[in-house]
Structures are given as C-alpha cells and as structure tokens.
C-alpha cells in the first residue's frame, strides 16, 4: 500500500503472514500474533508478505489512551478474535454488540505488551544525510558482512563519527540496529516457511545457531514459532 495517511490512528494487525510499515523515521515489523499501532496523522505505506492476512482497526484519537509514536503491540488470541468478529457480515453498525466488541478491544489494546521490533531511520528532513544514506545501503542488502568503518568510508565518514551519530540520532548501537534490521528482513521471510539456514544467510548470519539464538532473545520465541502461524 502506497504512502498515506489518516485522521485516525490505525492498529495495522497480521492474522497470517507477516507485514511491514514503513513510516517517516522508521520502519516496523508486524509478525503473526501482533499489530502495529500508527498514530493519526502520520504518512505510513505498508508491505504484506504474499501468503499473508491483514486485518485494519481504525481508532479515533481520543478513543484510546494509546501511544502518540510507533509501537509494535503483542496481541492475544482473545483481541484478535475480537477484531475479526467486528468485521463479520452480520454485525450492525452502531448495534450494542458492537459498541461491547468495540469497548473490550480499546481496553485489552492499551493494555498489551510491546515488542522492540522497529528499525528506527534518521528522518527524511532533518536526520544527517550520511547516515541515512548508510542506513539505506543496509536495508538494501541485508546480507552483507561489512563492517562500520567500511560503510561508514563509502559514505565519506569516519567510523567514529558514525557510531556517534547511530547513538545520538537513532538511540542504539550499531550493532543492535543491524540486529533490528536482520529481525525485520527475517520475519516476513520465516512466515513463508523459507529455511532457517537461508533466512540466516539472506539476514547476514554465518550461523544458523546464532540467528537462531538472536531471535529467540529479541522475540522470546524460536523462529520456528512464527513458521505458518494463523493462531497462538
């Protein structure tokens, strides 16, 4: 889906498959069991993997005491179930089922569990062009080995000017950023059930073990887990 934008934020839901959203300072992972939630105003475009469901839940901006920024929001069974019966044929719009369907999701919504699952980006207008030139290279060939010093010097900086700007600008190391950005390359390949060892190889891992114990770390699962998942 193509950059947009709404008055009201949007809770961006994978029922099967995986998603991701690209907004103006980052981009943001939605694996099977989990939603993204999209602040009102905000431009945001969002990428469904080819076996994957998308669910949209539209939320008013006073509706709900939810974040003003980003956040990828871990989803139990029961909410999923709930956002899927608001949308059934039969529902009537405005009927009191709705309005307790409706009610029930707000409140176990701004009561879930996030997921450090976002690949934060310098932003478009006021970020340091070097680093997201650096940024882009990266996201366009996740599977490379190359170093900081080596990037940084294809980009005309110095390694220290570079780890100083990921600290500063995007709040992580360089090191945990690629690791956000081999999860975000991974996830959508894991949902189509590609092989461990290539979804390893294609997210710069030499090491299925060690992809493997990264994952389990950041997502408290194995990549397993989320290999065809329709449901917990």
């Known amino acids: 889906v193509p950059i947009h934008q709404h008055r009201k934020g949007q809770l961006v839901v994978a029922l099967r498959g995986g998603v991701t959203c690209a ?10 069991q989990c939603g993204v939630w999209i602040p009102g105003g905000m431009p945001h475009s969002n990428r469904v993997t080819a076996n994957g469901s ?26 999923r179930e709930l956002i899927q ?18 009610a029930l999701v707000l409140d176990e919504i701004t009561h879930a569990d996030t997921h450090a699952l976002g690949v934060p980006l310098p932003h478009v207008d006021s970020g340091d062009k070097r680093l997201r030139a650096l940024c882009e290279a990266v996201l366009r060939e996740p599977s490379a080995r190359t170093t900081l010093a080596a ?11 570079m780890a100083r700007l990921f ?32 979804v390893a190889a294609a997210s710069g891992y030499t090491s299925d073990s060690a992809f493997s114990a990264m994952f389990k770390t950041a ?14």
Do not use: N
Request: charged letters at 15%; aromatic letters at 6%.
């Open 167 to 198: 600290r500063e600008e995007l709040g992580l190391g360089y090191q945990q950023w690629r690791q956000q950005v081999a999860l975000a390359h991974a996830l959508p390949l894991i949902s189509r059930g590609t092989p461990i060892s290539d």
């Open 23 to 32: 907004v103006p300072d980052g981009l943001w992972m939605v694996p099977p």
């Open 151 to 161: 990037q940084a010097a294809s980009v005309g900086a110095s390694e220290r000017t």
């Open 85 to 102: 019966a608001l949308d059934a044929p039969d529902g009537q719009p405005g009927s009191p089922r709705e309005q307790m369907l409706t």
């Open 54 to 79: 998308v669910a949209f839940l539209f939320i008013e901006p006073q509706a709900a005491a939810l974040p003003e920024t980003c956040c990828t929001l871990s989803l139990t069974p029961l909410v």
């Open 219 to 232: 997502m408290g699962q194995p990549p397993r887990y989320f290999q065809g998942h329709t449901k917990p």
